[in-house]
């Protein structure tokens, strides 16, 4: 049997095929948003499609959508708005149209939002979104990895996000814009505000440089800013250094309030993303795990775990599950 996962990042479009021998490769945002190369060529060149049992992909927020859903129940590829902060830039855009014409059965993973219906009443009140699509993922695959059912799960790359998860259900999540900084994206503060009301940056452009390329001045495109940010590390400049620890700051920060409304002990940390699972040359995980190891055990995933829990999401829907962390899964694939 073949699954397929899908995760619809900041850098680029990865994909895990479940089969005999798993398969990862990654399609960068470069390349899809100048149209140098198709997703469906791609899997063609690892596997007859014709064999796949089922996808599951990710895209964008997610938020026009609260349920696992067969791609042709759908709407407006299942978002809300393509403006504003964490706007639809491209590239993705054509991967879920080929996907969707495809024929491949597919389902498209939801994010999390004020709709979600597992989430603690207090989340939806205090925001509307909390996380983008990948992240259900991402703790799918940490939940089928370490088995924890209470768990906080903190994915940190181009931006970072974290997850709570109590009893087997996704209760809460603290979205980019709000909380911890990730290399590209972070929290939206004061100066931020007066500049969009003014009319000096868009919301996406504050969004897009609040992160560590802020405090490092990285002036590149997203693709590249976490290679820039390290390169500049690696010569020992100062502000690289900073913008690394103030990255490592709002991240503890982040993880400890979420555990301090927990209503159950946390068995466990999971840490992933580019920056999460790194430990060379700057080991933000040595670091993050000594700084959390009096609240829970830290763990950390590869970088593919958005893709590969989609994979598996994929497998658990095909094999009948109704829900996957409290997320229903709306049947007709």
């Known amino acids: 049997m073949v699954f397929v996962g899908m995760d619809h990042g900041t850098t680029g479009v990865s994909f895990t095929i479940l089969s005999d021998q798993p398969v990862h490769f990654k399609i960068g945002r470069d390349e899809l948003s100048k ?92 925001y509307s979104h909390h996380a983008s699509s990948e992240k259900i993922s991402i703790c799918y695959n940490a939940y089928l990895e370490t088995g924890f059912e209470n768990m906080i799960v903190s994915d940190i790359s181009s931006n970072s996000v974290s997850m709570i998860i109590e009893d087997g259900k996704i209760i809460g999540a603290m979205d980019a814009c709000l909380g911890a900084m990730g290399i590209v994206h972070g929290p939206l503060d004061l100066e931020m505000l007066r500049d969009i009301d003014d009319g000096i940056k868009t919301a996406n452009e504050c969004f897009s440089r609040a992160g560590a390329v802020k405090i490092a001045e990285v002036d590149t495109n997203v693709s590249q800013a976490k290679e820039e940010l390290i390169l500049k590390y690696i010569k020992n400049e ?93 049947k007709g694939f």
Request: glycine residues 12%; negative net charge.
């Open 35 to 126: 149209g140098k190369a198709s997703a469906l060529k791609e899997l063609k060149n690892r596997i007859d499609i014709d064999s796949i049992d089922l996808m599951a992909i990710t895209y964008a927020m997610g938020d026009g959508v609260n349920k696992i859903t067969p791609i042709n129940q759908v709407k407006d590829r299942g978002i809300l708005s393509m403006d504003g902060a964490g706007k639809v830039t491209g590239g993705g855009t054509a991967v879920y149209d080929e996907i969707s014409e495809s024929g491949i059965p597919t389902v498209l993973i939801p994010g999390i939002h004020k709709n979600t219906e597992c989430l603690d009443p207090r989340f939806k009140a205090a």
């Open 238 to 330: 100062p502000k690289a250094e900073l913008a690394f620890e103030t990255m490592l700051m709002t991240v503890l920060m982040e993880i400890y309030g979420l555990a301090g409304i927990a209503n159950n002990n946390m068995e466990g940390i999971v840490l992933t993303g580019s920056v999460g699972a790194m430990e060379t040359p700057f080991n933000f995980y040595g670091k993050t795990k000594e700084k959390l190891e009096n609240l829970a055990p830290v763990v950390k995933l590869p970088p593919t775990s958005g893709s590969v829990g989609s994979a598996q999401i994929a497998k658990a829907v095909f094999e009948g599950a109704d829900s996957i962390l409290g997320i229903d899964v709306q």
